[in-house]
Each structure stands twice: as C-alpha cells, then as structure tokens.
Nanobody, 123 residues
Framework: VQLQASGGGLVQAGGSLRLSCAAS????????VGWFRQAPGKEREFVAA????????SYVDSVKGRFTISRDNAKNTAYLQMNSLKPEDTAVYYC?????????????????WGQGTLVTVSS
C-alpha cells in the first residue's frame, strides 16, 4: 500500500482545509487510518484516527469539534476536514494506515505512511 497525502496549504486563522489521503492497493478498505502532524521543533503527534468501516473515530483533545476524519472506501481515500484553524495547527500532516485494523493513536502501530502535506495557518 502506498499513501499520498494532499490538500495542505496556507490559510488564515479561522479558515478551513480538507486533507486527502489517497491509497493504492485493494486492501486499504480494511485498514485503520490515522492522521498525525509534526510542527517545527516538536515531536510527531496524533491528530485523528478512523477504523476500517468508518464507524469509530478518535481525536486529540486540541482538535475536537474542529476536525473531522472520514473515509470513502470505494475511492480508497481518507480525509481530514479541518475547520476553525488556528496558528498552532501549523505542521506537516501525515496520513498512515494499519492493515491489521488495530492501530489507533500510537504512531508505532501504523505500517504505512504518506509523505506529508504542509499546513500553514497565519494569524
């Protein structure tokens, strides 16, 4: 499985972006998917996760109510809708997937990673 993250860019505070994570491979529909981010000088942190069927999601507290993770298995794509963006959301965002479907908020549990897409939120 190869993952391609896209949709990042420069946005003003309060704005919105939608990130996409397009996957190759027929098994992606059974993968758990997570979004992580890494700001300059900081460690990579968990942002959101979704199970293979889309029936269960999880978010880091700092994005709850603002970000929504979703997926379209027919399109082999997962999304991260980001609203009410804040300057502290500035980071490189990575999508990741776990073929065993058990990964959640721990980066070490994900087997496949996309290349990252930069989100910059100006104040």
């Amino acid at each position: 499985v190869q993952l391609q993250a896209s949709g990042g860019g420069l946005v003003q505070a309060g704005g919105s972006l939608r990130l996409s994570c397009a996957a190759s491979g027929r098994t992606f529909s059974r993968h758990a998917v997570g979004w992580f981010r890494q700001a300059p000088g900081k460690e990579r942190e968990f942002v959101a996760a979704i199970n293979w069927s889309g029936t269960s999601t999880s978010y880091v507290d700092s994005v709850k109510g603002r970000f929504t993770i979703s997926r379209d298995n027919a399109k082999n794509t997962a999304y991260l809708q980001m609203n009410s963006l804040k300057p502290e959301d500035t980071a490189v965002y990575y999508c990741a997937s776990d073929p065993y479907g058990s990964a959640w908020s721990s980066a070490k549990d994900y087997d496949y990673w996309g290349q990252g897409t930069l989100v910059t939120v100006s104040s």
